[in-house]
């Protein structure tokens, strides 16, 4: 693994969408995967399973799927973002949302082209804190190798396909967490455009003021 | 932030459960937030809130209910993993049983003493994705920090007494993710015991080999 600091992967490791197709070598996702199993789980019960695909075939079954849901998603619960961009095209908010939505439809057109998907599984995890500082973990590991990545939950929509087609049994109560397209990017990795802790954050009672202000980030790339 | 590379932080960021009083400097806990609202989130729509509680008041509300969710964990979720390590004390899933059940109750007495809880609560995050990303880097950020934590969901039991002591309002749909206490260890780094990726992942389809061992971890202490 590239000796990287924690900062710079905490910093650096934003949502990746854009990537090549060249394959990710087999030590690489050793690493990943090595990685992710370290991470805590309640109980330490690692009631976990993962799923590498880089079967065209797979891929291919997969790829259509995923476009309808994307298409659902923005018909429901991204429907008020949508009108909203439309509306005040000029806002940072609507700025912001078209950058994901053009994303997004990116890798929709393109996801049988990943060359690695992750599928994520867990059971006995109702908040998701059991599974996800492993995918999480595997997201960072990955930055350190160079290899972009993002979450994606949208399956949800279609969930009955997706756990046919990868084979889940269905009466062991596996629960799919998400799926973590993964690719060398096309472009480059920096800052993403966050709201400041201190917006985001209280002390001791909703709504009480942090009582720290951080209005630039408190790392930044050399 | 200490100089210190992501593998060390991903390999030693365990539960940490047993810490001192000390409290934890406001530039520590800044640079923690600061690290935690780097994470990505669906549609990068950030709709999360961070809570710190270091007010001991509202810690020693805390800490009862606390104790009485432990209990009440301990005898239904873990009913059967607890009759299991009486029935069988020296087997090696008993033993690590017993490991959880003894720090998790030292946790438990100690509730009040932690300096920092972290609540983290998200909207329209079903699967958990797009708030435990941003917990994981928290407690990454604090490990470089040499702050030890952990995540616990169990106030799930009484959250309506625990939203209530936090001010949260009930109208606004915030949802409670986990608390996280913190605070400096009284004992060691180290790696935790896992099983290895290679018996908890699967390739292309599910219960098919993942074609790579991984028997040992790839990254150990000098």
Same mark, same amino acid.
């Given at each position: 693994m590239a000796d990287m600091t924690i900062q710079e992967a905490l910093y650096t490791? +934003?949502?990746? +969408? +854009?990537?090549?197709k060249d394959p990710i070598p087999e030590d690489v996702q050793a690493r990943i995967l090595d990685a992710a199993i370290r991470a805590p789980s309640g109980g330490n019960s690692q009631n976990w399973r993962f799923l590498l695909v880089d079967d065209p075939k797979v891929r291919g079954e997969l790829g259509p799927i995923y476009r309808d849901c994307i298409e659902n998603l923005w018909k429901t619960f991204y429907a008020d973002r949508i009108k909203a961009m439309q509306a005040t095209p000029d806002a940072a908010d609507s700025i912001e949302m078209g950058k994901v939505l053009k994303s997004a439809n990116w890798m929709a057109r393109h996801f !049988?082209?990943?060359?690695l998907l992750l599928f994520a599984f867990a059971q006995g995890d109702p908040t998701g804190g059991s599974i996800f500082p492993a995918v999480w973990s595997a997201m960072l590991a990955a930055r350190a190798e160079g290899v972009g990545s993002t979450i994606t939950s949208v399956m949800l929509f279609q969930i009955d396909d997706v756990l046919k087609i990868l084979g889940?049994?269905?009466?062991?109560?596996w629960v799919f967490a998400c799926c973590v397209p993964m690719g060398y990017p096309t472009g480059r990795w920096g800052l993403a455009r966050r709201r400041p802790a201190h917006e985001v954050a209280f002390r001791n009672?909703?709504? !009480?003021?942090?009582?720290? !202000?951080?209005? !630039?980030?408190?790392w930044t790339p050399e």
């Open positions: 490791t +934003r949502a990746m +969408r +854009r990537i090549k !049988e082209d990943y060359p889940v049994p269905a009466d062991e109560g009672q909703w709504g !009480e003021p942090l009582g720290i !202000e951080i209005p !630039e980030p408190l």
